[in-house]
């Protein structure tokens, strides 16, 4: 396993468990899989409706003494509809309690946009552009000094955002966690961050072929590209002896990023673990970034998808 150290100074595991579209005993499942074969870094929301589920899982394996608390990295984000300073520390207590942990190694902002009202459904969401992220940051700050997250950090935040944070921070952002793959590598943010000692993370680094159920399930006919498919990315797996998954896996660890992936399947499970035991070469690496469509590869609209 690689490591990535943050601001605050604590190490976060590169590799991590991605928890999203997981649920009930599917989840109960892939997580004691996956905390058996050496996941140790683990990313879940309030939104995916599974703290629950995953705080069960972590306390068989800590009360059993099979895991030290110290070895586990627990990511998880407050949602829009608490993106109100009233609300943070309320919001983060129910993640803790679903937890059934006494502190998170990083807790971070899911969206830089807020919801505004208690929407009943998706159609009824009136999302809020204007929610002031510094008084939110200030109780971010808080949480962190009480020592309930080891660190914070924030989603789906431009650099704009970033910069007004951090020109106006006690406690820096440690993490920014956003959509990043083959085809979109958000190259401008990942140097910006590196120059400001933020670590990044790459949601949906296998090009989230799950999105394409959610898509369905609203009604929205909108085709995901297949990054397994990608020719260079098949060559390389046949070159390498790795599958196109560990290929792109691996491209993003390389480059200092940390990647969620997520699965719930044993075998895919493994395989996403296994990128450690080789590397690619330089001109691989040039031939991948160039794949790189900038915005135009973003897979996720901005909507508030399983944002209720
Ligand atoms: N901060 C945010 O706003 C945000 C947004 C989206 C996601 N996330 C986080 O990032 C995580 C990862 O993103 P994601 O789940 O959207 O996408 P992803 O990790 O790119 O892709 C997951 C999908 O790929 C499949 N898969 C996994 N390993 C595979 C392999 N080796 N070969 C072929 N297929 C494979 C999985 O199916 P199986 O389970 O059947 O293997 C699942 O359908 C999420 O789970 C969540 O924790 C955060």
Redesign the pocket.
């Known amino acids: 396993m690689k490591y990535l150290s943050l601001y605050c100074g604590k190490t976060m595991p590169a590799l991590g468990l ?5 649920t009930e005993d599917v989840l109960e499942k ?1 997580l004691n899989l996956a905390l058996n074969i050496g996941y140790r870094h683990l ?3 309030l939104l ?1 409706d599974n703290e629950k589920i995953i705080g069960k899982v972590l306390n068989e394996w800590l009360s059993s003494d099979k895991i030290n608390r110290n070895d586990l990295f627990v990511t998880t ?1 407050l949602p829009p509809i608490a993106m109100y300073k009233e609300k943070v520390f309320n919001y983060f207590q129910k993640s803790l309690t679903n937890l059934n942990l006494s502190y998170v190694d990083l807790y ?1 902002l ?2 830089p946009l807020g919801i505004k009202n208690v929407p009943q459904n998706k159609e009824d969401v009136v999302m809020d552009p204007n929610v002031n992220h510094l008084e939110i940051w200030k109780e971010m700050e808080k949480i962190y000094e009480k020592g309930l997250s080891k660190s914070i950090g924030v ?2 935040f431009n650099k704009e955002q970033i910069i007004n944070i951090l020109k106006n921070c006690k406690i820096q952002p440690s993490c920014l ?3 990043l ?1 083959l085809y979109q590598q958000q190259k401008e943010l990942v140097e910006f961050c590196k120059r400001n000692n933020i670590v990044v993370v790459a ?9 394409k159920t959610y898509y369905e399930e609203n009604n929205k006919k909108i085709e995901i590209p297949n990054l ?1 498919e990608n020719e260079a990315v098949k060559e390389m797996a046949l070159k390498y002896k790795k ?4 290929i792109l896996l691996r491209h993003a660890i390389d480059k200092g990023i940390g990647a ?6 044993e075998n ?2 493994q ?2 673990l296994d990128i450690f035991d080789f590397s690619l070469e330089e001109k691989d690496v040039i031939v991948l970034n160039g794949l790189d469509m900038g915005e135009k590869g973003s897979l ?1 609209e901005w909507e508030p998808w399983g944002w209720l």
Request: one cysteine or more.
């Open positions: 991605g928890t999203w579209q997981a892939a990313d879940t929301a995916y984000k971070l899911h969206s989603s789906n966690q956003l959509e793959h949601y949906c680094p296998l090009g989230s072929p799950g999105l397994f599958s196109p998954a560990q969620i992936p997520k699965s719930s399947n895919r499970l395989e996403n996720t």
